[in-house]
């Protein structure tokens, strides 16, 4: 088996008996979403994965995207792939039927968006992209906006970006300068925009910023940012494509990785002015952007487990093919494959056992995006938007800090041999690191969980799903099942340090802000280690079923047990340290002055 289509077993069993893929199907506009269905939808898009976009990872890391005369050229093999990407449908996977789309709920789109993550990532940045921007224009574009961009960008023939930041801004979108001058029914943007992911290329037949810039008379700080629609070509009335705008791409950043994504420098107004269009009012526009962005982070989130997934098939592969030395305690004999090394395969079960933690709290994220939207109970949608809310943060950023050191660990698992590029293990490593750092870095992430998540409700929704942790803990049953028992006691532990933290984000955070901040990471680390040990511990307890009633593949069952007591033994405990951190550690880290580091 590909190792781009290896996880797809675990992406059904995640998305049929842990998240529920009947509770999805039985919302309305899903019900033709069947297991059958979703099957088929992940069959052909492993295909996809393995035989269309996975070939050109390594010659988009090598080749990289490149300027030249102010046009952007991709890898080869890059246009020809878009171009079957977008006539198999695939762009419009979960976009809007009134506008072209397929309409398939997120608990579909989102594992077929880790397989084209996992086979090439820095393709898959385009299509999320676009997506982020249907998704803010659906919420807050004028019906005739709608009218003019959707069909396009749901099917893929035009692509779509987002303007943010500004090189004397960074994460600070305060102090974004970029002018937009009302002229008529239109404005003029003048300005330059940094780090534009897919930003100019010639993939898709226009592009479509979605732009953060100042009218004259806004207010200072983030209350006077708008939000502009700026074509790279003006649309003409009927949809055709009319003349060129003025934005243009004057460079390209040269990254650690990704490669053959162009993160373009955007220049706008060098001459008569970037024709935009307004979003919703006028100086709301920051909050139009974070529906954009609050989507972004979810399918970032999925980047992390795609990474973190295929540097563990890469790693594995290569420890079952690489023969080198004897086995532990043996002095004779031949030489094995380093996969029987009992520290090779402590590694291996360290990237295993995470990456399908990761997985299954990040398709429970989806599974609460689909209720939050389509479950007819007012109440229902609600507790669901603020799960999601909740989960949002910790899918993004622990599930790339994890990604990360999963592709370091894939590199040691190679030895010497990871750290040579021809092998491929260190590409994973490169291209997993810009993840900690999209849609606002793993600081970021932790100030908004503990502050608009935990801080602002008094821990409600976290406390709530605390207590059915500890329901579900309670209930799995003593069989004299060793396995179980010890996931049983880890998770419980896991649960009273989650709890311990939560209580004292709460008591401090209206009092101490800089106290909670300073323990903000950390904290996030400890819901994302316990939650995820909760979504395995589940796993375990269904698998155990499976094999007790005989049915399905014993083999992948016992495995699924094995893996979740694996962090169980070894992942869980961490959870003790982060809440002895949280708790106790804020004093050392604002003791120390600026002067003494």
């Known amino acids: 088996m590909s190792d781009y289509t290896a996880p797809l077993q675990d992406m059904k069993f995640v998305i049929n008996e842990l998240v529920g893929l009947a509770d999805v199907s039985s919302l309305p506009d899903f019900g033709e979403v069947t297991p059958e269905l979703v099957d088929q939808v992940l069959d052909e898009a492993g295909k996809f994965a393995a035989e269309v976009l996975g070939p050109l990872n390594v010659v988009g890391d090598k080749q990289g995207s490149r300027l030249a005369d102010g046009k952007v050229t991709t890898p080869p093999g890059f246009k020809d792939a878009y171009r079957q990407f977008v006539e198999g449908g695939w762009n419009g996977l979960a976009g809007p039927v009134d506008f072209g789309g397929q309409g398939l709920p997120h608990i579909v789109s989102i594992p077929v968006s880790e397989m084209w993550n996992g086979s090439n990532l820095a393709f898959s940045l385009c299509p999320m992209l676009t997506s982020g921007v249907q998704e803010a224009m659906m919420r807050h574009g004028t019906p005739e906006q709608q009218r003019r961009y959707l069909g396009k960008l749901t099917s893929g023939e035009w692509a779509g970006t987002m303007n943010l930041t500004e090189p004397q801004a960074g994460s600070d979108l305060s102090a974004v300068r970029t002018r937009a001058v009302p002229e008529g029914d239109h404005y003029r943007l003048y300005g330059t925009k940094i780090f534009i992911t897919w930003g100019e290329h010639d993939c898709a037949e226009n592009i479509i910023h979605l732009v953060l810039a100042r009218t004259p008379d806004a207010p200072e700080g983030v209350k006077g940012i708008s939000l502009f629609i700026v074509p790279k070509f003006l649309v003409n009335a009927d949809g055709s494509l009319g003349e060129r705008n003025d934005v243009k791409c004057v460079s390209l950043e040269h990254k650690l990785g990704i490669h053959a994504s162009p993160t373009a420098v955007l220049a706008y107004g060098d001459t008569t002015g970037a024709i935009g269009y307004l979003v919703g009012e006028e100086n709301r526009g920051l909050s139009y952007m974070f529906t954009m962005m609050n989507h972004a982070r979810l399918g970032v989130g999925v980047e992390g487990v795609a990474i973190a997934e295929r540097a563990y098939q890469h790693a594995l592969a290569y420890a079952k093919t690489r023969v080198q030395g004897r086995e532990t305690g043996q002095q004779g004999g031949d030489r094995v494959t380093i996969i ?23 398709y429970t994220a989806a599974a609460a995006l689909d209720q939050s939207r389509h479950n007819p109970d007012k109440t229902g949608r609600a507790k669901n938007q603020a799960l999601l809310d909740l989960l949002t943060p910790i899918v993004k950023a622990w599930s790339t800090e994890q990604a990360v050191e999963i592709a370091s660990t894939g590199v040691q698992v190679h030895g010497g041999m990871g750290f040579i590029e021809e092998t491929g293990a260190a590409q994973f490593l490169r291209d997993a690191r810009i993840t900690t750092i999209y849609e606002g870095t793993t600081g970021i992430q932790a100030n908004d969980l503990i502050g608009r998540k935990v801080g602002a409700e008094k821990g409600a929704t976290m406390r709530a799903l605390i207590g059915e942790m500890r329901q579900f803990a309670g209930g799995i049953a003593e069989s004299g099942d060793a396995d179980l028992a010890a996931i049983r006691a880890a998770l419980g532990d896991g649960i009273d340090a989650l709890a311990q933290a939560t209580d004292w ?33 589940r796993a375990a307890s269904i698998a155990r079923l499976k094999l007790d009633a005989k049915e399905g593949d014993a083999e992948y069952y016992r495995g699924k047990v094995a893996t979740a007591r694996f962090y169980a033994d070894h992942l869980l405990p961490l959870a003790a340290s982060y809440r002895h951190t949280v708790v106790k550690g804020a004093a050392s880290v604002l003791a120390v002055d600026a002067a003494q580091l």
């Open 340 to 362: 029987h090394h009992p520290d090779v395969r402590r590694m291996l079960l360290s990237m295993k056992a995470q990456t399908e933690a990761m997985r299954a709290l990040a």
């Open 505 to 537: 984000v709460v008591a401090t955070h209206a009092a101490d802000p800089k106290a909670t901040a300073a323990s903000a990471v950390p904290y996030l680390k400890l819901a994302g280690t316990v939650l995820g040990g909760f979504q395995m511990a």
